[in-house]
């Protein structure tokens, strides 16, 4: 059974970092590429990061060069390590699954979600 356990979500000040988890079980990310995403209210759904099976990265625009994206095989796990947050990364963080080994496969599992805020 396939599950993505999202932590590490909480309330910082701008300028702050959080670092996220997504704990993978039920297949390994030798071979599917994860993703996170983040939804706003009254915003769309955006693709922030994303690693390859091959351990290729991508990022948004908007978070490239404080956002890094990371993996431990070990321990299943993909990590999002968010520096220089700004107030307009306020968002529910997803951890998504790709249905394939990169990137541009389409999402087909995702966790609950962790929310984000930052604010002073």
């Known amino acids: 059974q396939v599950q993505l356990v999202e932590s590490g979500g909480g309330l910082v000040q701008p300028g702050g970092s959080l670092r996220l988890s997504c704990a993978a079980s039920?297949?390994?990310?030798?071979?599917?590429?994860i993703g996170w995403f983040r939804q706003a209210p009254g915003k769309e759904r955006e693709g922030v990061s994303c690693i390859s099976s091959d351990g290729s990265t991508y990022y948004a625009d908007s978070v490239k060069g404080r956002f890094t994206i990371s993996r431990d095989k070990a321990k299943n796990t993909v990590y999002q390590q968010m520096n220089s947050l700004k107030p307009e990364d306020t968002a529910v963080y997803y951890c998504v699954r790709k249905g394939g080994s990169s990137c541009p496969f389409p999402d087909d599992y995702w966790g609950q979600g962790t929310q984000v805020t930052v604010s002073s």
């Open positions: 039920g297949f390994t990310l030798d071979y599917y590429a």
